[in-house]
């Protein structure tokens, strides 16, 4: 028996073939990467989907801003909604379809302001805010109006809510699903705060001479109608809008303006030169400091101020002929034209060569709409002064209803001059003037013919 240890000498040694290690490397390799890929893909999940079993959109609404406002104002409410739903029972499963909605989103969501037992008025229509998903918010804005006589207090306006989620989805297969919505009109409120206020209401109105281009008084009675005090109060007049009437004095202080109590102020107003006579509009209003310490001001209220035709004069007498040379009497008659009283009234006449006027001045007083006076001036012309038509300019001064002194427009006085020798000319010509000549020349010398025969005997 042949030990292992021992070595035989009757042959060459036995070996391995080398053949056999160049082939079982690759396939070791192969195995292994084969191996590799078949956990991978045993271990790698399938392409999974998501279902919720419950879960849906919860709503709510508040102001962003302040809720306080005052009779009167008009703004622009800002709502925003809120979503704080959320996804419940979150199933995972590769053979389920994911769903193109979620529950907790509020689709197609419609906002809407109704007024409810609130005095306020919503001027904004409903406003479509799309989808709303949850944990999130969007703001809807509306224009409200506050009237003016709206009382104080706190009001809960309802905001309405319309929209539609995802309910329930049911699977078919694998590759087919089914939606169902459930469709939602949800009513919220949020509270309205309306403020306290002085609120005025002109009572009564007494109003002076209002004409273009002059001064007036306005007298304003009014009344607190509001629910508030006003302390240190100032009732104040305003130009309104483009009105020709605007005010000369502007504000009377009240002090201490209480609740129903009526107070009067007196302004001087005035109404520009080109206004048209007819009625006007003026803005009346009180500032004063609310309970708070803020100085606010109340609603305006807008009266009606009459305006008559400013003052105007025209020269209704005859043109006036002075010969070259002479002085002469000259009689103007100045009618009052305009819708205005005029007071300490005095005509002027300005003489400028060659005319000269020992008195240019004529006083009238007092002349009403329509009323007419006579003023005369001496008037004198050079001697070589050019036979002519001229116009010398003449005006009225006065004094208003307060006072003002006022200048009328220029008025034109016509004075013909003629010269020595056409005054004898027109005399002779004229067969009247000439028939009174020779009958004051034949009466003449009557008269002295009976005075020379008494005389003799």
Known sequence: MVSMNEKTTTGAPVSMPRCTKRIGTPLLILSIVGIAVACLLLS???????????????????????????????????????????????????????????????????????PGDSPII???????????????????????????????????????????????????????????????????????????????????????????????????????????????????????????????????YLGDFTMGETVTG???????????????????????????????????????????????????????????????????SYRNTGGATVYDAQARISAVDPFTCSDDVAYFGTVSPGESRDAAFEISVDGGATAKEYGLDSEIEYRDSLDNSRVSDPLKVTITVEDRQGAVESLTSNPLLLGILVAIIIIGIAGYAFWYRKRDQ
Do not use: H, W
Request: proline share 5%.
């Open 44 to 114: 790698a999940p399938a392409s999974a989907g998501t279902k919720y079993m419950a879960g849906s959109p919860e709503l709510s609404a508040y102001i962003s801003g302040t809720n306080e406002f005052l009779p009167g104002d008009s703004v622009s409410l800002p709502v925003t909604i809120q979503n704080t739903g959320y996804n419940e029972y979150k199933f995972v499963d590769s053979s389920i379809v994911d769903r193109d909605d979620l529950p907790d989103t509020a689709k197609f969501l419609i906002i809407s302001l109704a």
């Open 266 to 332: 007196t302004f001087r107003i005035s109404a520009a030169d080109d206004t048209e006579e007819q009625t006007y509009p003026l803005d009346v209003y009180v500032s004063y400091e609310n309970s708070e310490g803020d100085t606010v001001t109340s609603e305006t209220e807008t009266i009606g101020i009459p305006v008559g035709r400013k003052a105007a004069f025209s020269i209704t007498s005859d043109p006036v002929t002075i010969t070259a040379g002479k002085k002469k009497v000259i009689t103007v």
């Open 122 to 252: 919503v001027k904004s229509d409903p406003q479509m805010v799309g989808d709303l998903t949850g944990s999130t918010t969007t703001t809807c804005s509306f224009t409200i109006k506050i009237p003016s006589d709206a009382r104080a207090g706190t009001y809960s306006v309802p905001v309405g809510m319309n929209y539609s989620y995802l309910y329930y989805a049911e699977q078919y297969g694998t590759d087919a699903i089914q939606y169902y919505y459930k469709n939602v009109n949800k009513t919220v409120t949020i509270p309205i705060t309306i403020k306290n206020r002085v609120q005025i209401d002109v009572v009564s109105t007494d109003i002076g001479e209002v004409n273009a281009g002059t001064e007036g008084t306005l007298k304003i009675s009014v009344k607190n109608t509001g629910d508030e005090d006003g302390k240190k109060s100032i009732l104040k007049i305003a130009q309104s809008g483009t009105s020709p009437v605007t005010p000369t004095d502007s504000s009377v």
